[in-house]
Nanobody, 126 residues
């Protein structure tokens, strides 16, 4: 059973940066894909970024390209989401996700992912 624990959320001003962390425990194999989604009340969970555990290929939502970076530390079984130039519209609960053998076209759809963390709140406000 894979377990994911996020941390690093908080309240920041527009233009600031935050780094989210997701520690994975359990059978994380090279074929896993790790991802970040976010959700605001009343809306569906939306894809933010994803990374192939093996090879490191990355995928991003268009609106975060150039501002957010997903990365991993294999030695710590940890995935990071570095978020720069944060804007109020980035405010959401951010969730870490993992899945085994996702094809690229399936990545942006939350229902295709099997494992989820509990979420961490990110609030961007002046």
């Amino acid at each position: 059973q894979v377990q994911l624990v996020e941390s690093g959320g908080g309240l920041v001003q527009p233009g600031a940066s935050l780094r989210l962390s997701c520690v994975a425990s359990g059978p994380i194999y090279n074929r896993f894909t790790m991802g970040w989604f976010r959700q605001v009340p009343g809306k569906e969970r939306e894809f933010v970024a994803a990374l192939r555990w093996s090879g490191g290929n990355t995928y991003y939502k268009d609106s975060v390209k150039g501002r957010f970076t997903i990365s991993r530390d294999n030695t710590k079984n940890t995935v990071y989401l570095q978020m720069n130039s944060l804007q109020p519209e980035d405010t959401a609960v951010y969730y870490c996700a993992a899945d085994y053998r996702l094809i690229q076209s399936s990545i942006p759809t939350a229902s295709n992912w099997d494992y989820w963390g509990q979420g961490t709140q990110v609030t961007v406000s002046s």
